[in-house]
């Protein structure tokens, strides 16, 4: 009897106050939705309406031309912003990756592991400007001069904290059972960790390296202390090295127009550079999902 009256009290329609504050909490949802999209709209159809006109073959093949002329291009600020960032991948991804298989792996619940948590936290929420100024007393005053090794070694910092987050919940994601068994059929743990975790959680690693990359290449700050910029192709990782996000700044504050409608077809590139790096890392996560 009991059962039957609670089958009908499920199958009988909702309340109309209940009914609306659904509709309408629904609704108002998808309100507030459209409006955080609206930024990310009108950013991506201003900088396109702005810059597209700018884009040529000049600018993959020729170097920024001097103040107050015309033409020219900032292929070298493409190419440096590509050499530091996969200078900063290669310094970071090591160490962010094996740092996360220790807390997740190794320690997970001991209490250094706390620490660690809370003091990769705070350095997710370090402002880039203070890397910046931490990597030029570190590598620029030591090393003699401004480099892309140093520009490098800025931006691998700023990658790192989103790198161990990701892959450590990359981790945390994949089933204990998966372990057992791996323990049952005689593997150690480091052959578990390499040969079964590892590719498992791969997908999820991957896309928290895209992020780190499409983090580190928008950034500037950093970049102005520690490679500052250069007009000339890259002649040595050790010399001064333009790229694309001190370029947008160097040219976005000239009052020649020429140059501020470079910097707007800069805007571009880098911004279809870090929209095709959150696309693939959207696939991998949806290939992982």
């Known amino acids: 009897m009991t059962m039957?009256?609670?089958?009908?009290?499920?199958?009988?329609?909702?309340?109309?106050?209940?009914?609306?504050?659904?509709?309408?909490?629904?609704?108002?949802?998808?309100?507030?939705?459209?409006?955080?999209?609206?930024?990310?709209?009108?950013?991506?159809?201003?900088?396109?309406?702005?810059?597209?006109?700018?884009?040529?073959?000049?600018?993959?093949?020729?170097?920024?031309?001097?103040?107050?002329?015309?033409?020219?291009?900032?292929?070298?600020?493409?190419?440096?912003?590509?050499?530091?960032?996969?200078?900063?991948?290669?310094?970071?991804?090591?160490?962010?990756?094996?740092?996360?298989?220790?807390?997740?792996?190794?320690?997970?619940?001991?209490?250094?592991?706390?620490?660690?948590?809370?003091?990769?936290?705070?350095?997710?929420g370090v402002p880039s400007i203070v890397i910046g100024v931490f990597a030029y007393g570190v590598v620029v005053t030591t090393s003699g001069g401004f480099s892309a090794y140093a520009g490098g070694f800025a931006l691998a910092i700023l990658m790192l904290p989103i790198i161990i987050r990701t892959t450590e919940e990359a981790l945390k994601l994949i089933p204990w059972e998966l372990r057992l068994g791996s323990f049952a059929l005689g593997a150690d743990r480091f052959n578990t960790i390499a040969r079964v975790i590892l590719p498992a959680a791969l997908p999820g690693i991957i896309t928290g390296i895209m992020l780190a990359v499409s983090r580190a290449a928008g950034e500037t700050a950093p970049l102005i202390f520690t490679a500052l910029f250069s007009q000339y192709w890259l002649e040595g990782l050790n010399k001064p090295t333009a790229s694309l996000a001190v370029l947008i700044f160097n040219y976005a504050t000239t009052p020649y127009a020429d140059l501020q409608h470079k910097a707007w077809g800069a805007s571009l590139m880098l911004l279809i550079l870090v929209l095709i790096i959150s696309i693939v890392a959207r696939i991998v996560f949806r290939r992982r999902s």
């Open 4 to 124: 039957s009256k609670q089958s009908d009290d499920l199958t009988q329609p909702l309340e109309a106050g209940r009914t609306f504050f659904n509709t309408g909490m629904t609704i108002l949802s998808g309100v507030f939705t459209l409006l955080g999209l609206i930024p990310l709209f009108l950013v991506l159809f201003y900088v396109l309406s702005q810059g597209f006109s700018s884009l040529n073959a000049d600018i993959f093949t020729q170097l920024p031309a001097p103040s107050g002329t015309l033409g020219g291009g900032f292929g070298n600020a493409i190419q440096g912003t590509m050499i530091m960032v996969a200078i900063a991948a290669s310094i970071s991804v090591p160490i962010g990756v094996l740092t996360a298989i220790f807390l997740s792996e190794y320690s997970r619940d001991s209490g250094f592991v706390q620490y660690v948590r809370f003091g990769v936290n705070v350095l997710a």
